[in-house]
């Protein structure tokens, strides 16, 4: 669950850099002709040119002060997750002690797991030599070494 989160969060931080990147990079313009809007003037003395550059400007800042703070909530996202995480309020010492605790526990686990094993195996050989008894009495046969190799076969 904490990975998806922070999956979503690197997602939107990617995203939101990649409009900043759209955002700030030059633009075409569509149709038009820049030499006609170049004579034409507007009231305060700009010609148009130099006023849709001027606003393209101000719409840049804006949108990069727009993205800057989803960026910023993002990363305080981000930290307050980590935060949450078992054990980020250990110091690096405590973390490695924990650390040599569970790996000792987990030694002592496999140690039990293979005397398991082995047992469960053992048992598994038992129950085979009794089944083969079984078998030979069941049939009737002598217990010899064809009556085995038979068994063996079949």
Do not use: Y
């Amino acid at each position: 669950m904490m990975m998806e989160h922070l999956d979503g969060l690197s997602l939107s931080m990617f995203e939101a850099l990649r409009e900043l990147r759209d955002a700030v990079a030059p633009q075409k313009k569509e149709g038009g002709d820049d030499a006609a809007t170049n004579d034409q003037s507007t009231p305060f003395g700009l010609d148009n040119s130099k006023q849709n550059i001027m606003v393209e400007m101000e719409h840049d800042t804006e949108l990069v002060t727009k993205l800057s703070n989803q960026v910023m909530q993002k990363h305080v996202a981000v930290d307050e997750q980590v935060s949450q995480l078992p054990g980020m309020h250990r110091t690096k010492t405590q973390q490695l002690e924990k650390i040599e605790e569970i790996m000792l526990q987990i030694k002592q686990q496999k140690v039990e797991l293979d005397d398991l094993k082995t047992k469960a195996e053992e048992r598994r050989e038992q129950i085979h030599h009794a089944l083969d008894q079984v078998m030979v009495e069941a049939l009737g046969m002598q217990q010899n070494e064809e009556a085995h190799e038979k068994i063996e076969v079949q």
